[in-house]
Antibody, heavy 121, light 106 residues
């Protein structure tokens, strides 16, 4: 079965750090681009970051640039998001998700179940 | 690229026809996807390339449009369709989402 399993969320103080992970199964992980999307309570979905299949290309939303780092380990079928200098505006459910094909035309077709990050003192 | 969805919510009955619109602030060709999200769950891809139905999605869902104006239509709403629907543009980074349309039971 094709699936993504998010983990690593939790409660962290403002200014702190957290590392999210996403484990993939049921498909050839190294052949796909992945993205992180978050959703603050009661808010719209927000794209956070994307990493290419090789890992050579990374992209970030302005709101997280310089604080978050996306990475992947194709040998372990794992995607990560290192989040530093967290603020309460980063409180959200974070989803890892898979770009459906070689082109963004095909959308994002597989999503993790989400992991909750709460930034609070 | 900003995406404006309308309406933000609507109350409908089972069997009703539902139309949701998404307007982009600039031309995105057909780089638009529609997702369904139920409370506490991850989004689910319904439509990609503006009008192509994702595998396994019921044919009562359809999408249309190109350029800046797009529409998601549910031809006959079923009980399992009560959810929030989002559009997403995939033409350029940042990959923005619309504000969502919550479809509620009348």
């Amino acid at each position: 079965e094709v699936q993504l399993l998010d983990s690593g969320g939790g409660l962290v103080q403002p200014g702190g750090s957290l590392r999210l992970s996403c484990a993939a199964a049921g498909f050839t992980f190294s052949g796909y681009t992945f993205t992180w999307v978050r959703q603050a309570p009661g808010k719209r979905l927000e794209w956070v970051s994307t990493i290419s299949a090789s890992g050579a290309g990374t992209y970030y939303a302005d709101s997280v640039k310089g604080r978050f780092t996306i990475s992947r380990d194709n040998s372990k079928n794992t995607l990560s998001l290192q989040m530093d200098t967290l603020s309460d505006e980063d409180t959200a459910v974070y989803y890892c998700a898979r770009k459906a094909g070689s082109s963004w035309l095909y959308g994002v077709d597989v999503w993790g179940q989400g992991t909750t990050v709460t930034v609070s003192s | 690229i900003q995406l404006t969805q309308s309406p933000s919510s609507l109350s409908v009955s089972v069997g009703d026809r539902v139309t949701i619109t998404c307007r982009a602030s600039q031309d995105i060709s057909n780089y638009l996807a529609w997702y369904q999200q139920k409370p506490g769950k991850a989004p689910k891809l319904l439509i990609y390339a503006a009008s192509t139905l994702q595998s396994g999605v019921p044919s009562r869902f359809s999408g249309s449009g190109s350029g800046t104006d797009f529409t998601l239509t549910i031809s006959s709403l079923q009980p399992e369709d009560f959810a929030t629907y989002y559009c997403q543009q995939l033409k350029s980074y940042p990959l923005t989402f619309g504000g969502g349309t919550k479809v509620e039971i009348k």
